[in-house]
């Protein structure tokens, strides 16, 4: 995204023109200042009740009934060990409401939603990254069966898409069932193929485990293990190529989960990820690459557990893993050494686990999995307590027990706790470039945008022979303005505030057209300081849109706090 000139750069802070650090009264004292931050950690908790041994003992699963009525007293949480007070306790009940957006002034645009307290909602996700040719159609007709015969509609519900182009939301949140099943049906015949999956067989003969070791043959072997890379030059070619496909199928897939958790994050209250999918395989080598795909796994991770967001991985692999037993339909199958399958279940128990979740098997469970998923975050107790912030980044253990027997209690088995470890920059970037990407609104940071000026006007009428006049791009000023309850403001730093704001012009198809972009570092005076905190904050600007431009997306990301806010305004007709 380019940069606009200067002259179009109008940053007009309505409240007053901001202090910059240079211009701060009065002589610099070097008194040590010690800061001890706390923040609040909040813990949707579900309660159920195991069902008898004989239940357990069935070919299939089974639906645990809730545990409703507990009091404060029937929890203890404990951090690392240690157990914190409860600084508040609620026990939510799925509320049979829609998802609304705030209400805004006429002719202004908000990502705010309505402000009613803590609800409960889920998002389908068919992964389509992930599940292999032949089984995308047997998860689809496995949802539709759910939703045909088994969702109550009693909470909101949105179905996703997850592509190697990207998200798609097929149906945003809705408590109406018959729209998701026509969706379903819709959809149902549309299965997406990857040509790269076809004909790959891959066949491994086992050496006689009498016959004498081959020393060198076992360091060949050590080196592929740990460092990823055959040492048989034939065979590095196509080894580097399946690496690379798995690598690209990660991070789509991690970029995507990301987007989900930011658009999800928002919302108060516990959200079911329900994610069906085929499973990911982390990387075990010790190169830069990887190891950036492994703390992008650890800051989704993140972004889900901090946003409430439970993930119910939903195993789509429709035969059996058990090496001795090969499915007819496993010759048409992307087959997979052991190990890998081993590792990406325990992948899909590690999501489900940090984020309070549970894992199911399609091919075990096919009557129940999405019915679990779905109705077990229909109620919940919401539970929160304070702690310090640690000095340096770790995961923090989370255990909550409740008083009872025969119990079974789901919650997030912990979270990552101070900063992260990667680039700041890198991370603005990426943030700012998947919030233009992806077709969701994203909501941690609330923004509200008007267009200030009389909406320019192309005039359709105008002869052929002056086409220059009719494809102009026309100016429009906007304003675009943040709460002072939701922008972050480091006191310690000289009241540091710090913004990436973003204004992109987009086609009918979601081609950028035009855009600018501005970062805002700020160091508020007092006086300044004080009428920020009771106005808010504002900025205005002129963006140049193309006459074929039909919306404008609006990023605004709080570089301090990373939370980040997007608004989509369409052009003001005329």
């Known amino acids: 995204m380019g940069h606009a000139p200067a002259r179009l750069l109008i940053c007009v802070l309505l409240l007053l023109a901001l202090s910059a650090p240079g211009q701060q009264s009065g002589p610099a004292q070097s008194i040590p200042t010690f800061t001890v931050r706390t923040e609040l950690v909040t813990v949707p908790v579900v309660v159920l009740r195991r069902h008898g041994a004989l ?41 049979g409401r829609a998802i609304r957006p705030g209400s805004v002034a006429a002719g202004a645009y908000s990502n705010r939603l309505v402000e009613s307290g803590a609800i409960s909602l889920a998002v389908l996700v068919l992964d389509l990254i992930n599940t292999d040719y032949v089984y995308q159609d047997s998860t689809k007709k496995k949802l539709l069966e759910y939703l045909e015969n088994q969702y109550r509609g009693d909470r909101p519900i949105m179905l996703v898409v997850m592509r190697p182009t990207g998200l798609r939301v097929l149906h945003d949140f809705t408590t109406d069932p018959k729209v998701l099943v026509d969706t379903i049906r819709r959809v149902k015949g549309n299965v997406e193929h990857d040509n790269r999956l076809d004909n790959q067989v891959q066949t491994e003969m086992s050496r006689d ?59 108060q209250g516990m959200k079911s990820l329900v994610w069906a999918s085929g499973g990911i395989f982390l990387p075990n080598t010790m190169n830069t690459r990887d190891q950036r795909l492994i703390d992008k796994y650890i800051r989704t991770m993140r972004l889900l557990s901090d946003g409430g967001v439970a993930v119910y991985p939903i195993d789509t692999v429709m035969e059996t893993r058990n090496p001795g037993y090969s499915a007819t339909q496993s010759r048409y199958a992307r087959p997979t050494p052991m190990g890998v399958d081993v590792q990406i279940t325990q992948n899909f128990l590690d999501v489900a686990q940090r984020t309070g979740g549970d894992y199911c098997l399609l091919r075990k469970d096919p009557e129940l999995c999405f019915r679990k998923a779905v109705e077990y975050d229909s109620q919940y107790y919401m539970l929160s307590y304070y702690t ?5 980044p770790r995961w923090r253990k989370i255990e909550v027990k409740v008083k009872g027997e025969n119990l079974q209690v789901r919650a997030r088995a912990g979270y990552f706790a101070g900063g992260l470890r990667s680039d700041p920059e890198e991370r603005r970037k990426y943030d700012i470039a998947q919030a233009y990407v992806t077709p969701l609104e994203y909501r941690a940071l609330p923004i509200t945008v008007r267009w200030t000026g009389p909406a320019p006007i192309v005039d359709k009428a105008a002869p052929r022979e002056s ?52 970062q805002l570092d700020l160091h508020p005076g007092t006086p300044e300081l004080d009428k920020l905190r009771n106005g808010g904050f504002a900025y205005a600007n002129a963006l140049e849109v193309p006459p074929h431009a039909t919306r404008v997306r609006f990023i605004v990301r709080d570089d301090l706090s990373e939370r980040i806010g997007t608004v989509s305004v369409p052009i003001a007709a005329p």
Not at 74 to 84: I, L, N, R, S
Not at 217 to 223: D, K, N, S
Not at 493 to 507: E, M, Q, T
């Open 467 to 518: 086409p220059g006049l009719a494809e102009r791009p026309r100016k429009y000023p906007f304003r675009l303005s943040i709460g002072s309850d939701a922008l972050t403001i480091d006191i310690a730093d000289r009241n540091h505030i710090k913004l990436s704001i973003v204004a992109v012009a987009l086609s009918r198809e979601g081609k950028g057209l035009a855009d600018i972009t501005q």
């Open 388 to 392: 310090k912030s640690p000095e340096t």
């Open 55 to 95: 239940g357990q003992l069935g070919q299939h699963g089974w639906l645990d009934e809730h545990v409703t009525g507990l009091t404060k007293d029937a929890f203890v949480v404990e951090e690392d060990g240690q157990v914190k007070p409860l600084a508040s306790f609620e026990e939510i009940k799925a509320p």
């Open 209 to 267: 485990i009498a016959g004498q070791i081959d020393v060198t043959a076992e360091y060949r072997a050590i080196q592929e293990e740990f460092f990823g890379e055959p040492t048989d030059p034939a065979k590095r070619g196509e080894a580097s190529y399946q690496a690379w496909i798995a690598r690209d199928r990660l991070n789509a897939t991690l970029d995507e989960l990301q987007q989900l958790a930011h658009a999800l994050g928002a919302v």
